[in-house]
C-alpha cells in the first residue's frame, strides 16, 4: 500500500499558519512588547541656517530616543572635524561616530556651496570607512538650495530634498532618532 | 515608525473619513472596460472605498455605477435583468436608469408610477472609459475634476495593456511596496535576467553590477520622485527614476525598448485593495509576443484563479504556490513566482493593516517617509482649508518615470527635467 503524497489541502491548518495568518483575528497574536532597542543617530548641521535648526529640535526632547544633535565646526587633520553640541559644548566627530547607527547630514540654502561641500565630505568619508549609514535632507529656506545638494550628493547614501521645513522632525521622528 | 492616530487616519477610507474624502477627489480606477464589454452585459459588483455598488453597460452604452441595493427592499441588483436601457430588479421589478434614477415601479398604478419613480433614486457616480480602464469620481459633483490624462490611458489601444488583482491587504502597504526602490534588489532578483518584459537591457547590467545604490528624493507638484543611482562607469552614473502621484499611482523605470510598466493602488475596503498594473509604449503597438508575455501573467501582471475574481491563482489560501526548491535553486529570491505574486505574498504577509508603530524604518525607506508625509499633509489641508490636494490637476498626471546615464556631478531632476513629462511622439528616456 502507498502511502499518498501530502498535499497542502490534506495538511492540517492551524489559524496561524497558511491563509488565516494573515487575518486581523491572528495579527492580534502578534507577540506585543515594548520596543527598548535604541539606535545612535547623529543629526549633524552643516551650516548656520541648520544650526538654528539642530539646536531646536534638540529643545523637543521628549521627541527623540537619544539622537544626539550637534553642529558642524571645522574640519581637523585626519580626516576628523570638530562638531559642537546643541549646548555648544566641543566634540569630536570620531567619538560621536563611534557608537553611530545612522547620521543625518541637515543643509539648507545657501550662495557658497563650499563650506557645506568640505563637512558633507569629511562627514561622509567617515561614516563610508566606518559602514556607517549617512543621509542628507536639503532644508527649504529662502535661495536655492542647489549648492546644499550639490554638497550632499556625493557624501549621502539617501538624499531628500524637502519643500517644507516642518517636515524635518518628521522625518526624523519616523527614523526613531 | 508612524503614531496609531496617523496610521489610522492614512489606512481608512470609508465614507466619511478624512482619507476617504481624499480619495474622493479624484477620478480613479473602478473596473477594467473588459469587465463590461457590449451594452447589456452581465452588472458587476464593485466595492470602492468601502460602498458597496453595481456597475452596468446600458443598451446605448452607457456606463453606470451606482448603489447595489435596491431601494425597493434591499436586494442586490446584481440579480437584475440589464435590459432596454435601465437594470432592472428581478424581486419585483423595479428599474433604474445609468444614473440610478428608478424610472419604472410596476406594481404602481400608471397614474401614479411616474411621479413616484422622480422621488426615487440611487447614489450614483459617473463611470467613463479612457483607455483600458472605467474610471470612476466619487466626490462632490460641484468639484468634478477635468478627466484624468495618464499617459497609459491616452495612448492608442495597440500600445497599452492593463490587468488588476484583488490584494487581501490595506491599499497604503501596497502602495508603499511600489515606492520602495531598495527591495528589487533583493525580492525581485532573477526577474531582470529571466522575465521577458525585463531581460536584456543595458540597465540591468547596472543593477546587477552595483549592489550598494544611493537614493534621492525629490518632491514634485504631485507627489515625488524617487531616483536610485548606480555606477555606469567613472565619470557617469546610472539613474532609475519612479514618480509617485497622490493618492496612489506609481510608475516603474523603463528597461530598454520593453514597455514601461506601473500601478494604480485603490481600496476596496480598509483591507483589500484592487492593483492595477499597465505596460505601455509611448510610440509603438505592443508586440504579439509582449502582450501575451501580459496575458500570460509575466512582468508585473499575475495569473488567475479560474472564475472570474480578479483573484491571483497564487494567493494566502495556497501560500502562493511556495517552491522551496526554486529558492534554493535561485530561480527566485523567495519561492515565489512572479513579481505581482513576489510583492502581494510579503504584503499581505504584514496583516490587513499593518501596525506601524512597532516598524523600524531606516534611511532608505526616506521616499515611503515623505510620500505618508505628503499624503498627511494633503489630508489635513483638505479636511481643515478644503485645499485641493496634488495629483487632481491633470498637470501633475502627466509624468514619465526615466532610466538615463548622466554625469556624475548633475542633479537627475535637472538632467532629465523633459524625460519625467509626457511627449506625445516621443520615447521615454531608457537604457
Not at chain 1, 491572528?26 to 539646536?55: K, M
Not at chain 1, 563650499?114 to 568619508?125: E, H, R, T, Y
Not at chain 1, 539617501?158 to 518628521?170: K, S
Not at chain 2, 526554486?326 to 502581494?344: C, E, F, L, N, W
Given at each position: ?6 498535499t ?10 497558511c ?10 497574536f ?5 520596543d ?11 551650516d548656520?541656517?541648520?544650526?538654528g ?10 521627541r ?7 553642529v ?23 567619538s ?7 547620521v543625518v547630514?541637515?543643509a539648507?540654502?545657501a ?6 561641500a ?8 567617515a ?6 549609514m549617512s543621509?542628507g535632507?536639503?532644508?527649504p ?11 550632499l ?13 516642518d517636515d524635518?522632525a ?8 | 515608525?508612524l ?13 466619511g ?6 480619495f474622493?477627489?479624484?477620478?480613479i480606477?473602478a473596473l477594467l ?20 455598488l453595481?456597475?452596468f453597460?446600458?443598451?446605448e ?13 434591499g ?14 430588479c ?12 428608478c424610472?419604472?415601479i ?7 408610477e411616474?411621479a ?5 433614486k ?8 479612457i ?9 462632490d459633483p460641484a ?10 490611458a491616452r495612448?492608442p ?7 488588476k488583482r ?11 511596496g ?9 525580492l ?6 529571466t522575465?521577458?518584459?525585463f ?11 552595483d ?8 518632491e ?7 531616483g536610485v ?6 565619470d ?10 497622490m ?15 506601473g500601478h494604480?493602488?485603490?481600496?476596496i475596503?480598509d483591507?483589500n ?10 510610440t509603438?503597438a ?5 502582450r ?18 480578479y ?5 494566502k489560501?495556497?501560500?502562493?504556490l511556495m ?6 535553486r ?7 513566482k ?11 504577509s ?13 534611511s532608505?525607506d ?6 505618508r508625509?505628503?499624503?498627511w499633509?494633503?489630508?489635513?489641508a483638505?479636511?481643515d ?13 502627466r509624468?514619465r518615470?526615466a ?8 542633479a ?7 524625460a ?10 531608457s537604457v
Amino acid at each position: 500500500m502507498t502511502t499518498p503524497t501530502p498535499t497542502l489541502a490534506r495538511q492540517p491548518t492551524l489559524a496561524s499558519s497558511c491563509a488565516r495568518a494573515a487575518t486581523a483575528a491572528e495579527a492580534r497574536f502578534r507577540i506585543d512588547y515594548p520596543d527598548l532597542s535604541r539606535r545612535d543617530s547623529r543629526v549633524i548641521a552643516l551650516d548656520e541656517r541648520t544650526a538654528g535648526l539642530a539646536r531646536e529640535l534638540a529643545a523637543a526632547t521628549e521627541r527623540w530616543r537619544g539622537g544626539h544633535f550637534l553642529v558642524f565646526g571645522r574640519v581637523l587633520p585626519g580626516g576628523d572635524a570638530e562638531l559642537r553640541t546643541a549646548a555648544g559644548e566641543p566634540v569630536r566627530l570620531s567619538s560621536e561616530l563611534a557608537d553611530a547607527d545612522v547620521v543625518v547630514m541637515l543643509a539648507g540654502p545657501a550662495d557658497d556651496p563650499g563650506p557645506s561641500a568640505d563637512a558633507a565630505a569629511v562627514i561622509g568619508d567617515a561614516c563610508a570607512a566606518r559602514f556607517i549609514m549617512s543621509a542628507g535632507l536639503v532644508v527649504p529656506g529662502p535661495g536655492p538650495v542647489d549648492a546644499a545638494v550639490s554638497a550632499l550628493r556625493p557624501n549621502a547614501m539617501v538624499l531628500v530634498v524637502l519643500q517644507d521645513g516642518d517636515d524635518v522632525a518628521e522625518v526624523l521622528s519616523a527614523l526613531r532618532v | 515608525m508612524l503614531k496609531k492616530e496617523i496610521n489610522d487616519l492614512l489606512t481608512q477610507t470609508g465614507p466619511g473619513t478624512p482619507m476617504g474624502d481624499l480619495f474622493r477627489q479624484y477620478w480613479i480606477p473602478a473596473l477594467l472596460a473588459q469587465e463590461l464589454e457590449e451594452n447589456d452585459s452581465p452588472p458587476v459588483r464593485v466595492k470602492l472605498l468601502s460602498e458597496r455598488l453595481i456597475a452596468f453597460r446600458d443598451s446605448e452604452g452607457r456606463y453606470g455605477l451606482m448603489d447595489e441595493f435596491c431601494a425597493h427592499r434591499g436586494v442586490s441588483l446584481w440579480f437584475g435583468r440589464n435590459e432596454e436601457s435601465g437594470l432592472r430588479c428581478t424581486y419585483h421589478g423595479w428599474k433604474y436608469d445609468v444614473n440610478g434614477q428608478c424610472v419604472e415601479i410596476p406594481s404602481e398604478p400608471a397614474e401614479r408610477e411616474s411621479a413616484l419613480c422622480k422621488k426615487i433614486k440611487l447614489r450614483s457616480y459617473p463611470l467613463v472609459k479612457i483607455g483600458d480602464v472605467l474610471w470612476t469620481y466619487m466626490g462632490d459633483p460641484a468639484q468634478t475634476p477635468d478627466l484624468p490624462e495618464w499617459e497609459f490611458a491616452r495612448v492608442p489601444a495597440e500600445n497599452t495593456f492593463t490587468s488588476k488583482r484583488w490584494q487581501e491587504c490595506n491599499w497604503l502597504q501596497a502602495l508603499e511596496g511600489g515606492i520602495d526602490s531598495s527591495h528589487v534588489s533583493w525580492l525581485h532578483s532573477g526577474g531582470l535576467k529571466t522575465d521577458p518584459l525585463f531581460k536584456g537591457a543595458q540597465g540591468n547590467k547596472y543593477n546587477l553590477a552595483d549592489l550598494k545604490p544611493f537614493f534621492e528624493v525629490v518632491e514634485s507638484d504631485g507627489g515625488l520622485f524617487i531616483g536610485v543611482r548606480r555606477n555606469a562607469d567613472d565619470d557617469n552614473y546610472y539613474w532609475r527614476i519612479t514618480p509617485w502621484v497622490m493618492p496612489s499611482f506609481t510608475m516603474i523605470p523603463p528597461r530598454g525598448d520593453h514597455p514601461v510598466h506601473g500601478h494604480f493602488w485603490i481600496p476596496i475596503d480598509d483591507e483589500n485593495c484592487w492593483v492595477y498594473s499597465f505596460d505601455y509604449h509611448s510610440t509603438r503597438a505592443l508586440t504579439g509576443t509582449e502582450r501575451q508575455a501580459m496575458l500570460d501573467g509575466h512582468g508585473v501582471h499575475n495569473e488567475y484563479e479560474p472564475g472570474g475574481s480578479y483573484r491571483p491563482l497564487a494567493n494566502k489560501d495556497n501560500d502562493y504556490l511556495m517552491d522551496r526548491a526554486a529558492q534554493k535553486r535561485g530561480d527566485t529570491y523567495s519561492g515565489v513566482k512572479g513579481i505581482a505574486i513576489q510583492d502581494s505574498s510579503l504584503q499581505e504577509s504584514m496583516g490587513p493593516i499593518v501596525d506601524r508603530t512597532k516598524e523600524k524604518l531606516v534611511s532608505t525607506d526616506s521616499g515611503i517617509i515623505m510620500a505618508r508625509r505628503k499624503l498627511w499633509r494633503a489630508v489635513e489641508a483638505l479636511r481643515d482649508d478644503g485645499v485641493q490636494p496634488p495629483g487632481v490637476d491633470v498637470a501633475h498626471q502627466r509624468v514619465r518615470s526615466a532610466a538615463v546615464v548622466l554625469p556624475k556631478d548633475q542633479a537627475f531632476i535637472d538632467g532629465c527635467r523633459e524625460a519625467l513629462e509626457v511627449q506625445p511622439g516621443v520615447k521615454h528616456a531608457s537604457v
